[in-house]
């Protein structure tokens, strides 16, 4: 089971960790394997010297210079997946500790602060393994094909300046537009569930990410072109009534994007899209 904390609540703890954390001393970091796809996975637990600000990348980069286990058994590099390393990609996203984040942002200060303490890394359980930590998030961003997440335009010459919007509008959708796509919201919902059988993606859950997309979308002057299209979209198997409201996607968020506002305010335009299909037959 993934676990949870309020922001506030793991702040508070991060920043206690962070003052009682020692320089210099060794952790183990214990990493959940696999060679490739629909290969058997084990653990593999390393020690690593931490240094002030030391993130879990850094971790990482440490053990693959040496790939040795706690034991003395010399193994291969782990693999991982990564690329802003401030929290802006979205592509480290990993289970650390049992609560799926952005592994960049995670720092060894807060998560294991004493001497001895050990860290456990494991791939998203939600996304088929490439390797090691490394997963296929291909399905992810089909979904957000499926609700058309982009602004149709008709060429790339100047049309001249665009519809005009109000602070308020550009304030909502500003946020909505920080989601990266690292599949955290998918991780911790129970509705959205390992799929391998790419037929059947269509149909099964879409997840938060793409619901939240289509809100964004749908609310961009020109974007909304598409408004129809996207509802029909969430309307269908797998849309927004198949939403099981555990609002684990928002608490997960690293962007701290409202999930659960994009879901209702969805959830309201299928319901009006209904009533428009049925009375226009």
Same mark, same amino acid.
């Given at each position: 089971? +993934?676990?949870?904390?309020?922001?506030?609540?793991?702040?508070?703890?991060?920043?206690?960790?962070?003052?009682?954390a020692?320089?210099?001393?060794?952790?183990?970091?214990?990493?959940?394997?696999?060679?490739?796809?629909?290969?058997?996975?084990r $653990?593999?637990?390393?020690?690593?010297?931490?240094?002030?600000?030391?993130?879990?990348?850094?971790?990482?980069?440490?053990i693959?210079?040496?790939?040795?286990?706690?034991d003395?058994?010399?193994?291969?590099?782990?693999?991982?997946?990564?690329?802003?390393?401030?929290?802006?990609?979205?592509?480290?996203?990993?289970?650390?500790?049992?609560?799926?984040?952005?592994?960049?942002?995670?720092?060894?200060?807060d998560?294991?602060?004493?001497?001895g303490?050990?860290?456990?890394?494991?791939?998203?359980?939600?996304?088929?393994?490439?390797?090691d930590?490394?997963?296929?998030?291909?399905?992810?961003?089909?979904?957000?094909?499926?609700?058309?997440? $982009?602004?149709p335009?008709?060429?790339t010459?100047? /049309?001249? @300046?665009?519809?005009?919007?109000?602070?308020?509008?550009?304030?909502t959708?500003?946020?909505?537009?920080?989601?990266?796509?690292?599949?955290?919201? /998918?991780?911790?919902?129970?509705?959205?569930?390992?799929?391998?059988?790419?037929?059947?993606?269509?149909?099964?859950?879409?997840?938060?990410? @793409? +619901?939240?997309?289509?809100?964004?979308f749908?609310e961009?002057?020109? #974007?909304?072109?598409?408004?129809?299209?996207?509802?029909?979209?969430?309307?269908?198997?797998?849309?927004?009534?198949?939403? #099981?409201?555990?609002?684990?996607?928002?608490?997960?968020?690293?962007?701290?994007?409202? /999930?659960?506002?994009?879901?209702?305010?969805?959830?309201?335009?299928?319901t009006?899209?209904?009533?428009?299909?049925?009375?226009? #037959?």
């Open positions: 089971m +993934i676990q949870t904390l309020t922001s506030t609540s793991s702040a508070a703890l991060a920043a206690s960790n962070r003052r009682i020692k320089q210099g001393r060794t952790v183990q970091v214990s990493i959940k394997r696999c060679d490739g796809p629909n290969k058997p996975s $653990w593999e637990t390393f020690k690593v010297t931490t240094e002030r600000g030391m993130n879990v990348i850094s971790a990482l980069m440490q693959a210079a040496n790939p040795t286990t706690i003395g058994k010399q193994t291969t590099p782990p693999v991982w997946d990564s690329g802003c390393l401030e929290e802006v990609c979205g592509s480290c996203t990993m289970v650390i500790n049992g609560k799926v984040r952005q592994s960049c942002s995670c720092l060894l200060d998560y294991v602060p004493n001497e303490d050990t860290l456990t890394l494991e791939p998203m359980s939600k996304f088929p393994v490439i390797r930590l490394w997963v296929d998030r291909e399905r992810l961003f089909h979904n957000l094909k499926r609700v058309k997440a $982009w602004v335009i008709d060429g010459y100047s /049309l001249g @300046a665009g519809p005009r919007e109000t602070p308020a509008k550009q304030e959708r500003y946020k909505l537009s920080e989601c990266m796509s690292c599949g955290c919201c /998918l991780e911790a919902c129970p509705q959205f569930n390992v799929e391998e059988d790419k037929a059947q993606w269509d149909t099964s859950f879409i997840g938060a990410h @793409a +619901i939240s997309q289509a809100r964004l749908n961009h002057e020109t #974007g909304k072109q598409l408004k129809d299209e996207r509802i029909d979209v969430l309307m269908g198997p797998g849309g927004v009534n198949d939403c #099981g409201n555990a609002q684990n996607c928002v608490k997960v968020c690293p962007k701290h994007i409202p /999930l659960t506002e994009s879901i209702a305010a969805i959830g309201r335009a299928v009006i899209r209904s009533f428009v299909k049925f009375f226009k #037959g």
